[in-house]
């Protein structure tokens, strides 16, 4: 078979539109040739290129008029914590304006509904619905501990030397006007249910459900990663605390602690809380297994060395 002439750069990198490539220069003879896939009408995706949704995202939007990636396609390209029992299903989830018809094409998974124009913003050249409107367009099929996941990261005020912001994603404010702009949206009594459980200061989807579970079972209200001042020069940062109770708790990712490096920093840390007269508590994924019973009868009985009685 002869070799297809080269499509005009950067076209061969990535999923493209039939209409993109005549006005790069390419012939429609080269865009009809059996090298190039056609995902969905419009679109055509070189040879060796993976064809996962991700990439298709831009594209798609392009030739789908009036319209923006959303729901679980926008849950992903945001990076959202949390789990979302769409974010694996095959096809883009794209909305429209209700005052036009739902997409309906190969490889799309339509949406339409009422959108405020600082709702949607551009991704990669692709058009997105905003985070906080994501936030709510994903809240129909998520449980509402999953969407305060959500809802705690978007509030997280930011580490500006690790990533490079100063603000939040969004506001309580501007999660709560997002609501009220949408009375009657499908999940929107989840949604706030859980805006009203969200708190600042998280800074992991495991901290913020180890913080519900410990919250359902009656436990205290604890400090969300506050500066603990332990003795003069010695502040830690305990991802939950009990400042009147003196424990502290520490969720251990899944990163095995065995270089020597980190040993030490583990340790150091203890001592600090120890010589303080605090109580570091520690909790791992399993602990919060079953709902997080293990957890509760750790941090539960840590308080209860420390002098606390329910009620």
Not at 83 to 89: A, E, N, R, T, W
Not at 216 to 239: I, K, M, S, W, Y
Not at 247 to 273: K, L, M, N, P
């Amino acid at each position: 078979m002869k070799t297809p002439r080269p499509l005009p750069a950067p076209l061969g990198t990535a999923p493209f539109t039939f209409q993109e490539a005549v006005d790069a220069g390419a012939s429609r003879r080269r865009l009809k040739h059996r090298s190039l896939m056609v995902p969905s009408r419009g679109i055509r995706v070189p040879a060796g290129v993976p064809t996962e949704s991700p990439l298709l995202v831009r594209p798609l939007t392009i030739v789908t008029e009036f319209s923006a990636a959303s729901h679980a396609t926008a849950f992903r390209i945001w990076g959202f914590p949390g789990f979302h029992p769409g974010l694996h299903d095959p096809g883009v989830h794209i909305s429209r304006p209700d005052t036009m018809a739902i997409p309906r094409r190969r490889g799309v998974v339509g949406h339409v509904g009422q959108f405020f124009d600082d709702e949607i913003t551009e991704v990669d050249g692709a058009l997105v619905t905003t985070r906080a409107r994501t936030w709510l367009d994903c809240s129909r099929r998520m449980s509402i501990d999953e969407i305060t996941v959500v809802a705690d990261h978007l509030l997280r005020r930011p580490r500006p030397s690790f990533e490079g912001r100063s603000e939040p994603y969004a506001t309580i404010e501007e999660l709560a006007d997002m609501l009220d702009r949408h009375k009657g949206t499908p999940g929107i009594r989840k949604a706030r249910l859980a805006l009203e459980d969200a708190r600042v200061g998280a800074d992991s989807a495991p901290e913020t459900r180890l913080r519900l579970i410990l919250g359902r079972a009656g436990l205290p209200e604890p400090q969300l990663n506050a500066p603990t001042v332990l003795r003069p020069g010695v502040v830690r940062e305990p991802d939950l605390s009990y400042p009147e109770h003196r424990v502290a708790v520490e969720y251990e990712g899944e990163t095995v602690h065995s270089d020597a490096a980190q040993v030490v920093r583990d340790i150091a840390r203890e001592e600090d809380f120890a010589s303080a007269g605090w109580t570091s508590v520690r909790i791992s994924k399993s602990h919060l297994a079953k709902s997080g019973h293990a957890a509760v009868a750790k941090v539960r009985a840590a308080l209860y060395a420390h002098g606390w009685q329910p009620g």
